[in-house]
């Protein structure tokens, strides 16, 4: 509540409500989405099986041959680096180069990214080149920025170094950088939405934040507003997350049932948790 | 019921009946036929899954050193096409020429052709070298014989439009056409069977319709009547998918209880879908 | 209980007691050991949700590109054939050298060897290297040292085929022999164990061997007696497997419970099932 510059750059956009990020989950129901996947081999189905949940209509194309046609026509691209490959990089580039020429929003997920160079080295081209939103947990937005890398998919930043890391990137690329994991923090520079939700077991279930990365990117096919679609997405993973663990025996029915969750919760419940900007 | 010469070329295949499907159900129990699947990076798992729970045995070999090797001694061969690259093409052709001088059968599932050159143009090849089954949703056979594709793997065709183009493609090449999906219609250009059972859901779980394309794969290894393997592989989907139905809570435990009804359904129960030729 | 040298050499070991056993799971969830996994599209997904259940954090990283900078400062690496290409063949002779050369353990898989020449002379050339465990059905054992080959990744070995292969495997490389499916028999040619757990729809879900290989591993990272990281690891899964098997309606849900129970299974319970050297 300042009238510093920032505030009113703030106010160019709408706030970030509950309300709001309902609105989007329902729009994702009612147009599915096309989000075309660029992930990795390990996450693919339930990537997949999570946008299906959510209501979008996933695509998994990443070919160099095929994925420049398909993300010319989709509604939304996700580029997750998990398990990069060289083949994989070429489609990444290509795939990018249509969603931009085509105006479609894509999301880059730069999955353990600091201790391994052929990666790092995609990632920080392609976040020069204006994704919608980057998403990843704490570690791999500092490395963004040239911070400590994680080890491997794990992150070891304090949420401190993940806020300033955040708004590092999300003003230097002029993107929302979305931290999630042990703790959710989305940002676009100016406004900042905590999630008012989600526990442990969604960080030992592999696939949970790369399909968080895929939800972000159906959500940006229905809204300009990317702060808010990464919003949206968080907090439908993050409720799902909770009532999933109220019903859990242990990994394996905790897996089902945040499919399950994502898939019946209402828009209004599943939104409840954004603690807007 | 007529004179046609049609009905006298059909005469030369036993009728397709919900006892007959029974059979093969149970025959690929007793036998487990070697499915060598070379699938998509989507659906390998829940398809290796499926198998196993019908009674059949997996391999997902599909590179191009080793695909022919394993195709010359399999019981059948699965060609999808859902992630397709070029060394999976490779592949795929030394697979089908070694299934072929060696009598294999083999089935082609085209995902996703239409929009996408690469993985069209090898259809259309494909094709021509005579899959037992050609299966697929309703714009993915229209588009075998040129027409419309659909979005992705979506299908967009009416259940007019689907029945013409399969009975153009089981004509053209010589095949059956399983068309899966909203509409379940597989036909050998001469009998038609549908299946009087299925869901929106089995839609909503990614890999069911590249499963299904396996589960004729398995049945097509134990009748040479290649559209009484489909008709026993699509009914024991579709009715597996109302038990599953009836037992669950969202999409999560819908995939779950999907894998438990095609390992536990009587054989019988499982075939009685079927709406004979 | 000879007094030949094989006797004593075996005494430079303690015995392999569930006691041991179960303090080998309770490191493993303790101290969390990155588990680099070079292994096959179809179980990635659920070797990471395997790994996780037991308290290990998974990598996925095979590429030549990066899997060797893993592999050097990974707590162990496991070396799986199931899918094998060239390029990942090119990441898992980088990533066993780095392996090497850091002391990191690595435990090889040589899934579907005999039958298929490209992997089976790379399992060859691995197993020279000194895998610290090599584990794999009865006649993957047997390949290994020109035995028969099995059919795809089913074992027709009987069990005293099957243990003398084993012994032959551990001696000639100086290694753990790790049989598991039907039979579970481990041995370093001097010691060993074996499995009083187990039932038959382990071999019926996909994965539930090749997770059990990365579980070797993740307990390699936290012993150096590889016969008692195996027999830990064995143990775990086979225990689980009979708890899961108790809530199962059908395959489905059986493996939902494999991994509630690894998640969930007291150390001492999950190691009761170690019958030692």
């Known amino acids: ?13 709408p706030p970030i409500t509950p309300q709001a990020a309902a609105q989007v989950l329902r729009d994702v129901r009612a147009s599915a989405p096309l989000v075309q996947c660029l992930t990795n081999i390990v996450v693919a189905n339930f990537t997949a099986n999570v946008l299906l ?15 420049g046609i398909l993300a010319g026509v989709a509604s939304a691209v996700l580029i997750n680096l998990g398990t990069l490959t060289t083949a ?5 580039r290509v795939a990018v180069a249509a969603a931009d020429d085509a105006g479609v929003p894509w999301v880059l997920d730069p ?32 490395a963004i920025v040239g911070g400590m890398g994680g080890r491997g998919v794990d992150s ?14 999300a003003r230097r ?20 939405v905590r999630i008012a939700a989600g526990n442990a077991l969604l960080t030992k279930v592999t696939g949970v934040g790369c399909s968080l990365g895929a939800l972000i990117a159906a959500c940006s096919a229905v809204t300009d507003d990317a702060l808010l679609a990464s919003a949206a ?9 909770d009532v999933a663990a109220a019903r859990t025996v242990g990994l394996g029915s905790f897996a089902v049932a945040l499919l399950d969750a994502i898939s019946t919760l209402d828009a209004d419940a599943a939104a409840a948790a954004v603690v807007g900007a």
Chains 1, 2, 3 share one sequence.
């Open 1 to 13: 509540m300042t009238s510093s510059p920032a505030r009113t750059a703030s106010e160019s956009r």
């Open 53 to 67: 949940a959510a209501g979008a209509a996933p695509a998994m194309v990443d070919s160099p041959e095929e994925a």
């Open 173 to 192: 690329f002029g993107t929302v950088a979305a931290v999630s994991g042990a703790l959710d923090l989305l940002t676009d520079g100016r406004r900042t």
């Open 233 to 241: 997405a968080t907090s439908l993973v993050c409720v799902a997350g």
């Open 111 to 142: 999955v353990a990214i600091g201790a391994l160079p052929m990666r790092t080295k995609l990632a920080g081209d392609l976040a020069e080149q204006r994704p919608r939103v980057i998403r990843g947990n704490a570690s791999e937005i500092a």
């Open 88 to 92: 994989q990089e070429a489609g990444m």
């Open 156 to 169: 070891t930043a304090t949420p401190d170094d993940a806020a300033g890391a955040a708004a590092e990137v």
